[in-house]
C-alpha cells in the first residue's frame, strides 16, 4: 500500500501522516524533510531553497526520485506537498488536507515559536514559490484537489478525529477492493 498525504503547511499533513504510519506499521518519508535536509545540508533556509528550486528543477526532481523510490517498496505513507500528483495512479489512497490559512497560520506560529504574522508571511511565501514551480516544471494547480481521494478540512476536527475519518474511510476502502 502507498498512502499520501498532502496539503499546505499548517494542514496537519505531517502530524496525520506519522499517526497513518503508527496505526498501519508502515514507513514514514516526508517530502518536506527531504526538502528541509537539502537546505540544510547547503546552510541556507528553507524560503530561500524554495527560491532557489524555482530556477533549478534539478532540486525537486531530487526530491521527486526520493518520494518514488521509496513509493515503489509499499507499505509506506508518504507526506508531500506534490505527491498526490506525482504518485497519481500509483498511490492506494491520496488524501488531501487544508484549513483555512488564517488557522494554519496560528498552527505554525505556535509550532515554531513564532509571531502570527511571521508564520502569516512565511506560508503566503512558500505557498507563492510552490504554486509557481509546480505549474512551472509540471503543469500543476496545487489547488485542484480532483485527484485526491479525500479531502478534509481540518480546523474544526482535533488530529484524533481526522484520523479516525481517514482509518474509516481506508478501512473501509480495503473492505471493498478485491486485492490480487
Same mark, same amino acid.
Given at each position: %500500500?502507498?498512502?499520501?498525504?498532502?496539503?499546505?503547511?499548517?494542514?496537519?499533513?505531517?502530524?496525520?501522516?506519522?499517526?497513518?504510519?503508527?496505526?498501519?506499521?508502515?514507513?514514514?518519508?516526508?517530502?518536506?524533510?527531504?526538502?528541509?535536509? *537539502?537546505?540544510?545540508?547547503?546552510?541556507?533556509?528553507?524560503?530561500?531553497?524554495? *527560491?532557489?528550486?524555482?530556477? @533549478?528543477?534539478?532540486? @525537486?526532481? %531530487?526530491?521527486?526520485?526520493?518520494?518514488? %523510490?521509496?513509493?515503489?517498496?509499499s507499505?509506506?505513507?508518504?507526506?508531500s506537498h506534490?505527491?498526490? &500528483?506525482?504518485?497519481?495512479?500509483?498511490?492506494?489512497?491520496?488524501?488531501y488536507? &487544508?484549513?483555512?490559512?488564517?488557522?494554519?497560520?496560528?498552527?505554525?506560529?505556535?509550532? @515554531?515559536?513564532?509571531?502570527?504574522?511571521q508564520?502569516?508571511?512565511?506560508?503566503?511565501?512558500?505557498?507563492?514559490?510552490?504554486?509557481?514551480?509546480?505549474?512551472?516544471?509540471?503543469?500543476?494547480?496545487?489547488?485542484?484537489?480532483?485527484?485526491?481521494?479525500?479531502?478534509?478540512n481540518?480546523?474544526?476536527?482535533?488530529? @484524533?478525529?481526522?484520523?479516525?475519518?481517514?482509518?474509516?474511510?481506508l478501512?473501509?476502502?480495503?473492505?471493498?477492493?478485491?486485492?490480487?
Amino acid at each position: %500500500m502507498i498512502l499520501v498525504v498532502s496539503g499546505p503547511s499548517g494542514s496537519g499533513k505531517t502530524t496525520i501522516a506519522k499517526s497513518l504510519s503508527s496505526k498501519y506499521g508502515f514507513k514514514f518519508l516526508s517530502g518536506g524533510q527531504i526538502f528541509r535536509n *537539502k537546505a540544510q545540508s547547503l546552510g541556507i533556509d528553507l524560503l530561500s531553497l524554495n *527560491k532557489q528550486a524555482e530556477r @533549478d528543477f534539478d532540486i @525537486d526532481r %531530487m526530491v521527486d526520485r526520493e518520494i518514488l %523510490m521509496e513509493a515503489r517498496k509499499s507499505n509506506v505513507v508518504i507526506e508531500s506537498h506534490i505527491a498526490g &500528483w506525482i504518485l497519481a495512479g500509483e498511490s492506494t489512497l491520496s488524501i488531501y488536507l &487544508w484549513a483555512p490559512l488564517e488557522e494554519r497560520a496560528r498552527r505554525i506560529a505556535s509550532r @515554531d515559536n513564532i509571531t502570527y504574522e511571521q508564520a502569516l508571511l512565511s506560508i503566503l511565501s512558500r505557498e507563492q514559490s510552490h504554486y509557481f514551480r509546480f505549474w512551472k516544471y509540471y503543469g500543476i494547480d496545487i489547488q485542484d484537489t480532483s485527484l485526491y481521494d479525500l479531502v478534509i478540512n481540518t480546523s474544526k476536527l482535533s488530529p @484524533d478525529n481526522v484520523l479516525k475519518t481517514i482509518a474509516q474511510f481506508l478501512d473501509s476502502y480495503i473492505q471493498s477492493t478485491p486485492w490480487k
